[in-house]
């Protein structure tokens, strides 16, 4: 098994706003600490959960220092880095953003949608550059661009490449990089409602949206799963099926704020241009958490 930095269940956090659209920086500290007293191995600062599109330089800052102080060492953090201007991203990596960060996730280029080669040279110099291990991203859907398993697999050579967050939910894909890969890269699903599958196909964890909430209950499941007790695992992750699907039924990370508030931990407020879970929503929200609570 992977002795990876990045590996098990890691949480892309959201980013708590107050009611005037201010962070919330204590809901934030209170966030970190819940999912890793659930459990998590690992957590994900400005990923897409985070809005960190919506927000500018100085609160991205104040974001990641936030999560640092609240982790206290008690886990790796990795730090969303990405975005389609490779030279800025160099020029971001030069100035020295990944202090006290353990790797960082960098996401596929989108929008210019450049070739498999593109890719290719973009990720190898981002690594090149990157004082930390680079996690590489591919989420076609929000990108525009599919990462192939051939680019994938050629990049997972680069000694500062160590891992893939494959959320492109290609089954046949994914399990060619599984095969083929070298011993020592992690493959992580991108998609909760996968990480079951393919933890049992060999991937070795899963970055996560609900783990923001149900911390503990995925946690489980992945460390069942990776332990070989299938059956077990399976139990817990039918279990949370319908749940996961209710969180982005209006989008990530609508969903999934719209729970943390009824569960007590920081409010559902987003940026614009996402907007707050529907009266609906948050109704079926409430039943199924409630219902949950009941039978634990």
């Known amino acids: 098994m992977n002795n990876h930095l990045f590996q098990g269940t890691g949480v892309a956090l959201v980013t708590p706003f107050e009611n005037d659209g201010s962070i919330a920086f204590k809901a934030l500290h209170k966030l970190v600490k819940h999912t890793l007293d659930e459990g998590v191995d690992f957590v994900v600062a400005l990923g897409t959960t985070s809005e960190a599109p919506a927000m500018n330089e100085k609160e991205k800052e104040q974001v990641v220092l936030t999560i640092l102080e609240a982790s206290s060492g008690r886990c790796p953090v990795l730090l969303g880095v990405g975005g389609n201007n490779t030279q800025a991203i160099l020029d971001q990596l030069d100035k020295g953003i990944v202090k006290g960060v353990s790797g960082i996730l960098s996401v596929i280029p989108y929008y210019n949608k450049p070739q498999q080669n593109g890719l290719i040279a973009h990720f190898k110099a981002i690594a090149d550059k990157s004082p930390v291990p680079v996690v590489l991203y591919n989420v076609p859907g929000r990108t525009g661009t599919n990462m192939t398993a051939k680019t994938c697999l050629e990049l997972a050579h680069h000694p500062n490449i160590v891992g893939v967050k494959e959320a492109s939910g290609d089954l046949q894909q994914i399990m060619t990089i599984i095969q083929n890969k070298p011993k020592d890269f992690a493959v992580l699903s991108g998609d909760d409602v996968l990480t079951f599958p393919l933890i049992a196909l060999g991937a070795d964890g899963v970055i996560s949206v609900a783990a923001n909430a149900f911390s503990k209950e995925f946690s489980d499941m992945v460390k069942i799963a ?39 931990i920081c409010g559902s407020k987003t940026r614009l241009p996402l907007v707050e879970a529907s009266n609906q929503l948050k109704t079926n929200l409430k039943e199924v958490f409630y219902l949950n609570q009941n039978l634990s």
């Not at 695992?233 to 999934?256: I, S």
């Open 226 to 264: 990776r332990n070989g007790q299938m059956a077990e695992a399976a139990k817990l992750h039918y279990q949370m099926l319908h749940r996961m699907n209710l969180l982005f039924a209006e989008g990530n990370p609508t969903g999934v704020k719209a729970l943390l508030e009824i569960m007590g």
